[in-house]
C-alpha cells in the first residue's frame, strides 16, 4: 500500500467552493500549504475553471478536495470529522473561533471529562472538525 488520504468532494449548495475551503484551511495551520490544483476544462462534465483536483498539505499531512456540481444524495456528516490536536490553549481557541464563523457548533470548546478542553464543529463549508488540546 502507498499512503491512505482523506478527500473532501463539495457537493451541492458547497460546489465550486473546494478552492475557497482549502485556501482558508491552509491559512490557520503551521506547515500546510496548496500542492496542485487541477481545473475542469471546457467540454468537460463540470463547470470550467472549478476544482477537479487539489492536492493540499495541513500541518504536514496529505489530503485531496474535488468539486462536484453532479446531483449527489449526499453530503460532508459529522461522522467523518477531521481530529486535530492542538498544543496551547490560544491555538485552539484561535482555530476553533476561525473554523465555527458561520459554521454550527455541535460541542462548544469546554472540558468534558476525556479532555481538558475539547470542541467540535462543522465548518462554514460543512466539513466537520474535532480540536482537542493534547496534554
Same mark, same amino acid.
Given at each position: 500500500?502507498?499512503?491512505?488520504?482523506?478527500?473532501?468532494?463539495?457537493?451541492?449548495?458547497?460546489?465550486?467552493?473546494?478552492?475557497?475551503?482549502?485556501?482558508?484551511?491552509?491559512?490557520?495551520?503551521?506547515?500546510?500549504?496548496?500542492?496542485?490544483?487541477?481545473?475542469?476544462?471546457?467540454? +468537460?462534465?463540470?463547470? /470550467?475553471?472549478?476544482?477537479?483536483?487539489?492536492?493540499?498539505?495541513? %500541518? !504536514?499531512? $496529505?489530503? *485531496?478536495? &474535488? #468539486?462536484?456540481?453532479?446531483?449527489?444524495?449526499?453530503?460532508?456528516?459529522?461522522?467523518?470529522?477531521?481530529?486535530?490536536?492542538? +498544543?496551547?490553549?490560544? /491555538?485552539?481557541?484561535?482555530?476553533?473561533?476561525?473554523?465555527?464563523? %458561520? !459554521?454550527? $457548533?455541535? *460541542?462548544? &470548546? #469546554?472540558?468534558?471529562?476525556?479532555?481538558?478542553?475539547?470542541?467540535?464543529?462543522?465548518?462554514?463549508?460543512?466539513?466537520?472538525?474535532?480540536?482537542?488540546?493534547?496534554?
Amino acid at each position: 500500500m502507498k499512503s491512505i488520504k482523506a478527500s473532501l468532494m463539495f457537493v451541492g449548495k458547497q460546489a465550486g467552493k473546494a478552492e475557497e475551503a482549502i485556501k482558508f484551511y491552509t491559512s490557520l495551520f503551521p506547515g500546510s500549504e496548496i500542492i496542485d490544483i487541477q481545473r475542469y476544462e471546457a467540454g +468537460e462534465h463540470e463547470p /470550467e475553471g472549478s476544482a477537479k483536483m487539489i492536492k493540499f498539505m495541513i %500541518n !504536514g499531512t $496529505e489530503f *485531496m478536495a &474535488l #468539486d462536484s456540481h453532479l446531483d449527489h444524495q449526499f453530503t460532508f456528516t459529522p461522522s467523518m470529522s477531521l481530529h486535530v490536536e492542538c +498544543e496551547s490553549m490560544s /491555538e485552539i481557541k484561535k482555530v476553533f473561533r476561525s473554523l465555527a464563523e %458561520n !459554521g454550527s $457548533e455541535l *460541542m462548544p &470548546l #469546554d472540558n468534558y471529562g476525556f479532555s481538558q478542553m475539547f470542541g467540535w464543529l462543522n465548518d462554514r463549508y460543512g466539513v466537520s472538525w474535532q480540536l482537542n488540546l493534547s496534554n
